[in-house]
């Protein structure tokens, strides 16, 4: 019986091959989405879990609360690792990593023949080989237990062996660079993907003196705890406040002369909390200096409600257009069970072809998978792969038999309900509480879909908004050398010679790309006279920045050549306002975060200038207190200079890059030439937005493209019903368009009901969603009335072609059939 009831139902799908098409694109469609938006979110949400004891493994973080602020920092004090290590018995084991380390210069010398020399990243400093018990990964070559053993050794990736040394055995080779000799020890597994940190190089290069160093209060190393099994990770973490009164306390009395009590009376204060390895990826704390960029979770389940709204539609699209093909297969139904079909078959027949749709659909799905993956690998940037081994197969195979239930149970209880009696005799109509479901349905299809397209317009307006925002300086044309540092004493001949490039308007020397915020610090300065401390964020600027990149100096004056100002300071409004202070200029504060050796040095600074306030960091956060140093404070042959910005002309890039790439070469032989535009920086450091945007909206438009599918099916269904009805006003005199307006108007409504239900509910999501930036857009009423007018016009124009086709048929042949 089942084998007839399967030939049956491809039978009735071949022979309504037009909505069979429409019914499989429309699910192929969405099941696709939705294999693509899985396998995105499971993607970022494996992050890490493949480490052996990753259920073990946490982050320690923290919280810093400033008198006027709080932030967070993925970094901590060096000396609490060993402290927690000798004070918890519930830890068996701390890690500490300081980097990673970009642009680290890499010579090997090959025997008999040329240097290679590069520029490296993804190098970090560890001081032993504990990094191995947390992050386990395949040891290629080398000893595990040995291979961080000493001071000056390095173990390296698959990939980084292989370029160097290519078949040779790299065990014993030997890197040159700035941090003296590195001995290649270990060769591993290039690092999954799904990590929060990615490593290439791993370090004992005088690690163990910075480990070493005494430090409770300056942030400096990723802390990592393994904990005993059974350990309870909040209880561990309740015990950190103690913690921190034990060793903290000695240190802020000892550098800072301050009570401890007077110090957290001020409103200073340290928390340190736990972070699971598994969740640091997508943790939604705002944490500065992580290791790689961290994931939205707000993003991810964003994704993950859009795949399932997209198969929900699909679903109801399904239902409605079986409806719509219920006065043509109601005398099939009447006809059966005249014949003596019982009600259950008929269920059964009808989820059936409903099941094979949706195998069908998936089927299409999974190869629409292969071939759009590259394309949504390149839109998300990540390495996706579809592997449907046979435990995916059959994982598909349930998923599409549920679908097809869910999709079919209200269409078959509805066609096989129907009166035989009255099906032959013509008189069989619709239910009320079928067209109350179905017009419920249509609702809540355009509430999702102006939800959708509110959603994708704020995505892009803010977008848009940060991309134009005034930032407080100039960042058109601005070019950042990297690595000024390698100039050596050749820093201001090398300034000298960009000046003069008839390309170039203006240059200067700077430790940050202004708008980044992992270019910045923080400092400790307390104002003369005064017990208050305040921890702010900091750079370095030579005399030529401020006029160059265009500050608005409020106050006093910048840096000048003419005068010695390797003690003076600027600070911002924010850090003016932290300070409470009043004749700023001319005021002094003590600084002792400057290292002589292994000793602090006190030094003391005049305040010269106010510079008004500039977004330093992103538009996702505040404007807090800033601090610019001159790069001369060690002196006009030690500039603190990292990056030289270089202000081209407009039109002569290309020119500026070339002459100034080739007075580099001349300088400075063995390093290459690295450079990036400021503005591109800073694009950059929203490209997870932009991303967001694109996926969001591709996505967007496809559930509404689908809900579309739904409408035109409903319509579909109105339009048969009402046959009669239209053909008796045509013979009344009625017009194609009033017909047309007489059919459209009712699915008018349903759109702008689900306008009033979508408005609350998308305030809500899309408010909290542009929270999470420091500076926004606020929500407008013309974006819910746009949204309103494109929803309303989707739906007239999927509405107008069987509105159009219905309203022109001859009444003759329409009563006729009647």
């Known amino acids: 019986m089942l084998s007839n009831f399967i030939r049956v139902a491809f039978r009735n799908l071949v022979k309504q091959r037009i909505y069979s098409i429409i019914n499989v694109i429309g699910l192929a469609v969405s099941i696709t989405a939705c294999l693509l938006l899985t396998l995105y979110v499971r993607f970022e949400t494996s992050f890490d879990s493949d480490f052996p004891d990753a259920d073990r493994i946490y982050k320690v973080v923290l919280e810093r609360k400033y008198p006027d602020r709080t932030t967070f920092f993925a970094v901590i004090p060096q000396s609490y690792a060993a402290a927690m290590k000798k004070d918890f018995p519930e830890v068996e084991n701390t890690l500490q990593l300081r980097g990673p380390n970009n642009r680290v210069a890499i010579n090997y010398e090959v025997p008999g023949k040329e240097t290679i020399s590069n520029e490296e990243d993804q190098f970090y400093f560890v001081p032993d080989s504990t990094f191995f018990s947390f992050f386990n990964l395949p040891f290629v070559k080398g000893d595990q237990k040995t291979a961080l053993s000493a001071p000056n050794q390095v173990v390296i990736t698959r990939d980084v062996a292989e370029r160097y040394f290519g078949t040779e055995d790299p065990i014993g080779k030997v890197f040159r660079g700035n941090f003296g000799e590195l001995k290649v020890t270990g060769v591993i597994e290039k690092f999954p993907e799904n990590s929060h940190i990615q490593v290439k190089f791993v370090a004992t290069f005088n690690a163990t003196q910075f480990f070493a160093r005494e430090n409770y209060i300056s942030f400096s190393s990723h802390t990592y705890l393994k904990l005993k099994p059974g350990s309870d990770a909040a209880a561990l973490e309740a015990k950190f406040p103690q913690m921190v009164d034990t060793y903290a306390s000695g240190q802020i009395e000892r550098d800072l002369k301050q009570s401890w009590e007077d110090y957290k009376k001020a409103g200073n204060g340290y928390r340190y909390f736990l972070q699971p390895l598994t969740d640091i990826h997508l943790d939604p704390t705002n944490l500065e200096f992580t290791p790689t960029p961290s994931g939205n979770k707000r993003y991810v389940i964003g994704l993950t409600v859009i795949a399932g709204l997209i198969l929900v539609i699909a679903c109801i699209n399904f239902m409605n257009l079986a409806t719509a093909r219920s006065t043509s297969r109601a005398r099939e139904v009447g006809m059966r069970k005249v014949m003596g079909s019982m009600k259950n078959q008929l269920v059964l027949q009808f989820l059936l072809e409903a099941i094979l749709l949706a195998l069908f659909s998936t089927a299409v799905a999974v190869l629409a998978t292969y071939l759009l993956l590259p394309s949504f690998n390149t839109l998300v940037e990540k390495n996706l792969q579809f592997i449907p081994d046979p435990v995916v197969i059959a994982g598909l195979v349930v998923f599409a038999m549920i679908v097809g239930i869910l999709a079919g149970i209200y269409p078959a209880f509805v066609l096989s309900a129907f009166n035989p009696v009255d099906v032959m005799k013509g008189t069989f109509s619709r239910s009320a509480t079928g067209t109350l479901l179905r017009n419920g349905l249509v609702v809540f299809q355009f509430t999702i879909s102006v939800f959708l397209i509110v959603a994708t317009l704020i995505v892009g307006r803010q977008m848009n908004f940060m991309m134009n925002k005034d930032l407080g300086f100039d960042k058109e044309s601005v070019m950042m050398i990297e690595r000024a540092f390698a100039l050596q004493a050749n820093q201001e001949s090398f300034l000298t010679e960009v000046r003069k490039l008839p390309s170039v308007i203006a240059a200067a020397g700077t430790s940050a790309r202004v708008g980044n915020r992992d270019d910045v610090f ?55 306002k932290a300070f409470n202070l009043k004749d700023a200029v001319g005021q002094k504060f003590q600084n002792d975060d400057f290292q002589d050796g292994d000793n602090a ?6 305040l010269i200038g106010v510079v008004r306030d500039f977004h330093f960091q992103s538009l996702r956060d505040e404007i807090t207190p800033l601090v610019i140093l001159s790069t001369e404070v060690f002196g006009r042959q030690n500039r603190n200079t990292q990056f030289i910005a270089v202000r081209v002309k407009e039109g002569m890039h290309q020119e500026a890059i070339k002459s100034v790439g080739e007075l580099w070469k001349t300088l400075v032989p063995d390093r290459p030439f690295a450079f990036e535009f400021l503005e591109e920086n800073l694009n950059q450091g929203y490209s997870q937005e932009r991303q967001s945007g694109k996926v969001f909206s591709v996505f967007s438009g496809l559930a509404i493209i689908i809900a579309c599918v739904g409408l035109f099916g409903l319509s579909a269904f109105t339009a048969g019903q009402r046959t009669k009805e239209i053909g008796i006003r045509k013979v009344l005199g009625a017009s194609v368009p009033g017909v047309v307006m007489l059919l459209s108007k009712d699915f008018a409504k349903l759109v702008g009901l689900a306008l009033i239900l979508a408005v609350p509910g998308t305030w809500y999501v899309m408010n909290n969603w542009l929270s999470g930036f420091a500076f926004r857009i606020s929500i407008g009423v013309d974006t819910f009335i746009l949204a309103g007018l494109l929803a309303v016009s989707i739906a007239m124009l999927t509405v107008s072609y069987q509105s159009i086709k219905a309203a022109v048929v001859n009444p003759v042949n329409s009563l006729r059939r009647e």
Request: charged share 20%.
């Open 601 to 606: 040095v006190m030094r003391t600074f005049t």
């Open 522 to 576: 923080g400092q400790m300065y307390q104002p003369m006279g005064s017990n208050e401390i305040l921890t702010v964020k900091s750079m370095f600027a030579d005399d030529d920045f401020a006029p160059m990149i265009e500050f608005n100096i409020m106050e006093g004056r910048f840096f000048s050549r003419e005068t010695s100002d390797s003690l003076s300071i600027l600070m911002n409004e924010a850090a003016i």
